[in-house]
């Protein structure tokens, strides 16, 4: 099955700079790749998401690249800011198991004021 | 508020018995999951559901059983033989069909302590 693979496991970054996230997976097939963010305390919630016929989406101050050749992913957050302090979960799906979502291991990132 | 509710938020039962966690959702979902967080290892899959009393088991089913008699309701019950049942789990719903076309609410977990 998929496997998904999430780095780094804490990040710490000042308040306005930047953060990135990397996922990497396994299946080649793989078609789907939501973003997660939780925040502590409450439930996991979708902030963003990005399907393999497009490289880059963005929506405000956060954007995700996907690479399908070297089979990597990534979150980035610009202008940082105290409220983007969380645990943030990537993910993704195979059109074989296309009801399902396979889950990194989290990156908890703190923003430093 | 609504949406998708689970109950308690925390449990602490002892070892040997089993326990069942409540999932309800108010937004005419068909699909229902239930995942199990743990330190280091993001979110994996117990089992699934698409529809009404049909379900599947997912990644790491073994010690644990469900049921889908409602559509609101996707009660987990962790059995004795769930050798590590101390966790984070987290339901969720979705309007079904595939992932890519519907998102996953979650609702805000029940930590389960077993003593």
């Known amino acids: 099955g998929e496997n998904v693979e999430q780095h780094p496991s804490t990040l710490s970054v000042q308040e306005g700079d930047s953060a990135v996230i990397k996922c990497t997976y396994s299946?080649?097939?793989?078609?789907?790749f939501p973003w997660y963010k939780q925040e502590l305390g409450k439930r996991p919630q979708l902030i963003i998401d990005i399907r393999s016929n497009v490289g880059e989406k963005k929506d405000q101050r956060i954007a995700v690249t996907l690479n399908k050749t070297a089979k990597h992913f990534s979150l980035h957050i610009t202008e940082t800011q105290p409220e983007d302090s969380a645990v943030y979960f990537c993910?993704?799906?195979?059109?074989?198991?296309?009801?399902?979502?396979?889950f990194g291991a989290g990156t908890t990132v703190t923003v430093r004021a | 508020d609504g949406g998708i509710t689970q109950s308690p938020k925390y449990l602490f039962r002892k070892e040997g018995q089993n326990v069942t966690l409540s999932c309800e959702q108010n937004l005419n979902h068909d699909a229902m999951y239930w995942y199990r967080q743990d330190p280091g290892q993001g979110l994996r899959l117990i089992y699934y559901s698409q529809i009404v009393n049909d379900f599947q088991k997912g990644d790491i089913a073994e010690g644990y059983s469900v049921s889908r008699e409602k559509k609101e309701s996707f009660p987990l019950t962790v059995t004795s033989a769930q050798k590590n049942p101390t966790a984070f789990y987290l339901c969720a719903s979705s309007i079904g069909g595939q992932v890519m076309n519907t998102e996953a609410f979650f609702g805000q977990g029940t930590r389960l302590t077993v003593v």
């Open positions: 993910a993704a799906s195979t059109p074989i198991d296309d009801y399902k979502l396979s």
């Open positions: 299946d080649s097939a793989s078609n789907y």
